[in-house]
């Protein structure tokens, strides 16, 4: 079995770092992979290093013709069984031919860009009913869902960050998009007056978000940490993890918080909707609702056995679904159905 994959993806996104987990995953499963990234600082590196052959182009948008006819070129000289591409810029990047193409959706997307792509596939089961309710047949449109990285890390010194060691911590993750919905917690932080909060990654809003904090005098009470990639480290660092998107199409930073046994408070969008059963595996407060959200995460801090015991659920959940063996499996049962080949 022989797949090749391609991602034309940004420096940093859930999809983009699940393709980093999964392409040397599928590598350790037996699967033969070669890989066309867009150029990217270490992405090519890890995965050469990894045992991918990886080459990296400009992919440089719609008139840029020299990226897809590398694209064909690759497909014509691997002879791959199956072409995986990820999200609209690669699956777009695909040529008309004859080897089995699917294209892999990290959201709600225009299938404009999938017209080329023989399956297609969701990483939630609300993203493969949207597939099929757009005119996808169900026996083109596939759920398969994601996998993190569950290895522990020792907890970041909060004296680094100028962050007091008795007080709770709470945890916010995600490009500072207006997606996020970070304002909602810095909104919520001004009912949860005991404790800190870490905001970590980068994007358009990180001014208005600072702006924010300033004009809810909770500046020194919030730290803005950048984009990290020692994600256990923060995980192992909080108390409680915060996800206040308004749109989050599926939610890995979830199972990441799942994965490293912390407690979640989530707004309900999308993604942790169909993670969370609420008061099971996480608490749940509606999107755009600071004092709901506070009151969720007041909750949390009250009762400390609430909190182990959410996670312990949800520890549990994110083992039997979530973990790199069944995911690796569903993506082998995958090519072997799509190209009636064994993988193994």
Known sequence: MKVLQVMAGAAQGGAEGFFERLVPALFRAGIDQTAIIRKHPYRGAELTAAGIPTTEVRFGGPLDLISKRQVKQAIDQEKPDLVLAWMNRGADSLPECDTITAGRLGGYYDLKYYRNCDHLIGNTPDLRDYLVKSGVSPERAWYLPNFVDDRIAPPLSRAEFDTPEDVPLLLCLGRLHVNKGFDTALHALVDIPAAHLWIAGSGPEEHALKALANQLKITER??????????????????????????????????????????????????????????????LSAIDDPSGLASQINRLLADPTLGVDLAGEAAAEFKSTYSEGPVVQHYLDFFQRVTGKDPG
């Open 222 to 283: 919030v730290r803005f940490l950048g984009w990290r990639r020692d994600m256990a480290a923060m995980m192992a660092s909080a108390d409680v993890f915060v996800c206040s998107s308004r749109h989050e199409p599926l939610g890995n930073i979830v199972i990441e918080a799942w994965a490293h046994g912390l407690p979640v408070a989530a707004c309900a969008s999308q993604g942790p909707t169909q993670l969370i059963e609420d008061g099971r595996t996480g608490l």
